[in-house]
């Protein structure tokens, strides 16, 4: 695969490429095998030699640090216990933003789930100009605005590829929506790695969830839960490995590394691997905020935020690959493996997926959503799925 075009993707992708972890995973080798210290040395080389040239052209294309305006920005991040926060998010705010505007962008940033918020005000306080910016899931405002389910609904994209084109079609659709009905400009769409279940008793399939208790994080989530005759139920991403342990809940949903990071799986003891969906999340901006900035620091800003969009992409492809290893057995290049037992995905499984798809998830979310709303998904989303949801008028 080529370098990106844009400067600002080359340099994320040069994060990337740097993560030790990474080169121990997929080359099956480790920065501290000797065999391997002079070809890594070379690499690293001829990476700084390719990239060289690149990277001159991307710090001429930046503007001048003295022509930015001196500016304070509070933002909320995502979930802070996620590597994607530690390693991408909050870098990013506190201390590339900071440092390419020559300090210039005064920045306060906070994960939500640090602020003592679950996630679902993030938009209202950036509206409300409480936050300047704030990064959060979309299915937290499904209750209120459907639409934003439309990427990731339940049993939809059963690979991080195929969500990837869906967000990509309706991508303008999601864009049109903030700005108009949540008065907030979208700066970038992306999600978690596969979101999956874990749960506190045996497991052997989806019909295993009849007459459980299942924390979910968004409508469609709820539908797929109870087309299986379990009961969905909002928690807070903080409460939840509690609530397993006293029996409170009985299985939870959520990302595989964020679990394993979370620990949910000294309360669990089986996890489902198969993709429910991907958790999407969206950063938006205050819109006055961002119409006192002058075009060169709205360019410079967007330039930016799609080249953590392009990292955050990549991680999650990454963390797709080892998530679940972390949870059971390893190998886990963030720890000790977990040792849950692993539910076998089989055609079953992935059949029934389908069906609560199809029978529950898309007609309740498209009654939700309404004609124009179900019409703009078949004409983007649906395209890409080969589905057509219901226009009931």
């Known amino acids: 695969m080529g370098f990106p075009v844009l400067p600002a993707g080359v340099l994320g992708q040069e994060r990337l490429i740097a993560r030790p972890w990474s080169v ?150 999601l864009h049109e929506h903030y700005e108009h009905h949540e008065d907030v400009k979208v700066l970038g769409l992306w999600s978690f790695q596969a979101q999956v279940l874990f749960c506190r008793e045996a497991m052997d399939s989806l019909e295993d969830l009849q007459g459980r208790r299942v924390r979910v994080s968004g409508a469609s989530q709820a539908d797929f839960v109870e087309h299986f005759g379990g009961s969905g139920a909002s928690m807070a991403w903080g409460e939840v490995q509690q609530a397993l342990q006293l029996g409170v809940l009985d299985c939870a949903i959520t990302g595989s590394v964020g679990g394993y990071t979370g620990n949910w799986h000294e309360a669990a003891t089986h996890i489902h691997p198969l993709p429910i969906n991907w958790g999407s999340s969206v950063m938006v901006v205050n819109k006055d905020f961002w119409e006192s900035l002058p075009e060169h620091a709205q360019e410079f800003l967007q330039a930016e935020v799609d080249a953590l969009s392009e990292d955050i992409w990549q991680l999650n492809r990454e963390e797709n690959e080892w998530g679940i290893a972390c949870n059971t057995d390893g190998p886990c290049p963030a720890g000790d493996p977990a040792g849950l037992q692993l539910v076998e995905i089989t055609e079953r499984e992935l059949e029934l997926r389908r069906e609560a798809l199809n029978e529950t998830v898309l007609p309740n979310w498209a009654d939700r959503c309404g004609p124009e709303c179900a019409e703009a998904w078949n004409e983007t989303v649906g395209d890409i799925v080969e589905l057509r949801v219901p226009v009931n008028q």
């Open 24 to 173: 121990g995973i997929h080359n099956n080798v480790t920065p501290e095998d000797p065999s391997m210290t002079g070809k890594i040395r070379n690499c690293n080389r001829l990476l700084s030699l390719s990239l060289g040239p690149l990277l001159s052209i991307a710090f001429v294309a930046a503007a001048p640090a003295e022509e930015f305006p001196d500016v304070d920005i509070v933002v909320a991040g995502n979930l802070g216990i996620t590597s994607q926060s530690q390693e991408l998010e909050r870098p990013f705010w506190t201390s590339t933003i900071p440092e390419k505007t020559n300090g210039r962008f005064n920045v306060r940033f906070r994960p939500w789930n640090e602020m003592g918020l679950d996630g679902s005000e993030v938009i209202r306080m950036v509206r409300r100009g409480t936050l300047q910016a704030g990064t959060t899931q979309m299915g937290f405002g499904a209750g209120d605005s459907p639409l934003v389910d439309g990427t990731d609904l339940a049993g939809l994209s059963p690979d991080i590829d195929t969500f990837s084109r869906v967000t990509e079609a309706f991508t303008p659709v």
